[in-house]
């Protein structure tokens, strides 16, 4: 939609969270109609803003007002199955995500980044290497989206120069429909989130692929082919016959330049890129990971996913290198927090999924005191049980999930519960000898015991560092 079509329509946000607010903020100063509605209590901040704005809104429940609109746009907290959104869509009343709305104003390029694991890793270290170029060559990095700064909020301020790093979540991809990024990236796709797409894996990875449906011959998307589900779609003829923008395959398993004009891959101990033909040498593997911030094989897959997407825009491998080399990871993501009588306490409430279990216990060569569980997706833990087996002494079992795990894994190592992360925290402290680390790596959700996997991890923080 042009923006200019906005002025005088009436619009319906869906969600009250932090992003309906900043969608309804960025159509009322454009002319639009807004009126946002909200299943749950909207925060006292939000609704002063609302007013001071003069944005009509509803909380705790949604009337019928709802459907009073043009358009609707939704926020990623609000399920696609969400009977409201699936009353306007049988309405034939348009439905767009924060993300696409938002992608109507910007004028900078969109480099945008989606996956099951490591999105907001990547996204991070983009975002660095664009803002460290950007300063020498005059220009504006943004990191928005999912990494948790609505594209809403900053969308305005950038000019066709910048650059907007845009960390999209299938539930984002969605309702998209002409987002255009300039570079995409999918990091993988494992099952998650399967309670929002009727526990249809397929489903799930077709919001994924919604990332590059609008590309075009001069954009760019970048894949780790490494991933089964990837190269299974980038193996079908009739996906690549009709793929638009250029392909850039990536894996630390093969080496691609021998098959691909555009790839890039591990050459010995160096993370190469090739574009037309062309091959660079970025920097060492070890170089990457050989830092205590930033562990680990799914590391060398994050750094190389974004030297890509930098060197897909001509950023100098030499700008990209500096970045990499200094980027210290993201908060909750196999994060240090302290040694405790020889004892390391790792944080990594930011594994959400199986997945990135998979990755922290790989990462770790210790015995391990594992605090796991939450809110349960449809988790299927197969893949994480030979791991477990070999890694870990303990499981501490958490939240709505601890009767699963322990159920689980109760045949490959020892399984208790706790009710809560202070005694979590406490039993680790107890169990964990010298050598040994304490991981906290839920696998799950965190809605059932916190607001948000932050709130999970500060919890965990506190409660350590005050042991």
């Known amino acids: 939609m042009k923006v200019q079509e906005i002025h005088q329509k009436r619009v319906t946000v869906i969600g009250g969270k932090r992003s309906g607010i900043s969608a309804a903020m960025l159509l009322k100063k454009h002319g639009a109609k807004v009126f946002l509605t909200e299943r ?3 925060d006292k901040r939000f609704i002063e803003k609302l007013e001071r704005n003069k944005i009509d809104f509803e909380a705790s429940g949604h009337t019928e007002r709802v459907f009073e609109c043009d358009f ?23 439905v767009y995500s924060e993300i696409e709305m938002s992608s109507w104003f910007c004028k900078a390029r969109i480099v945008a980044i989606t996956g099951t694991d490591g999105k907001t890793t990547t996204t991070a270290l983009t975002h660095k290497i664009f803002e460290r ?140 890129i090739k574009f037309n033909g062309e091959k660079e040498r970025i920097m060492k593997k070890e170089e990457v990971i050989g830092r205590v911030h930033f562990r680990g094989t799914h590391n060398v897959y994050n750094s ?44 990594d409430s930011k594994a959400t999924t199986v997945n990135a279990l998979w990755y922290a216990l790989d990462t770790i060569n210790a015995p391990i005191v594992l605090i796991a569980g939450g809110r349960d997706k449809g988790n299927d833990y197969s893949k994480v049980k030979p791991l477990v087996k070999e890694k870990v002494k303990m499981i501490i079992a958490i939240g709505e999930s601890k009767e699963k795990i322990a159920e689980t894994f109760s045949d490959v190592t020892k399984v208790v519960k706790a009710e809560t992360m202070e005694d979590a925290v406490r039993l680790a402290r107890r169990e964990a000898k010298q050598g040994e680390t304490v991981l906290l790596s839920p696998a799950c959700a965190s809605f059932d015991m916190f607001a948000n996997f932050e709130e999970r991890g500060e919890t965990f923080k506190r409660l350590v560092g005050n042991l």
């Open 304 to 347: 190389l996913a974004a030297a890509v997407a930098a060197r897909a825009l001509e950023v100098k491998k030499e700008r990209i290198r500096e970045s990499i080399m200094t980027f210290e990871g993201v908060e909750h993501r196999i994060e240090f927090v302290r040694e405790l009588g020889g004892v390391q306490f790792i944080n």
């Open 72 to 94: 609707a746009v939704i926020s990623p907290g609000v399920p696609s199955n969400a009977p409201i959104v699936k009353r306007l869509e049988a309405a034939n009343v348009p």
């Open 133 to 272: 170029d950007g300063k020498e060559n005059g220009y504006r990095a943004f990191a928005v989206g999912n990494i948790g700064v609505p594209f809403a909020d900053y969308v305005e301020e950038m000019s066709e120069r910048d650059v907007a790093v845009v960390e999209t979540s299938s539930f984002q991809l969605d309702h998209c429909f002409t987002y255009k990024p300039k570079v995409a990236v999918i990091t993988n796709i494992t099952p998650d989130h399967l309670d929002r797409y009727d526990n249809d894996f397929r489903k799930y990875a077709r919001a994924k692929y919604r990332i590059y449906q609008a590309q075009d011959e001069n954009d760019v998307l970048i894949v780790n082919i490494d991933n089964a589900e990837l190269q299974r779609q980038f193996s079908d003829k009739d996906v690549l016959k009709s793929l638009k923008p250029k392909l850039v395959r990536m894996s630390l398993e093969k080496n691609l330049s021998k098959k691909y004009e555009a790839c890039a891959y591990l050459d010995g101990e160096w993370l190469t």
């Open 40 to 42: 749950d209590a909207i």
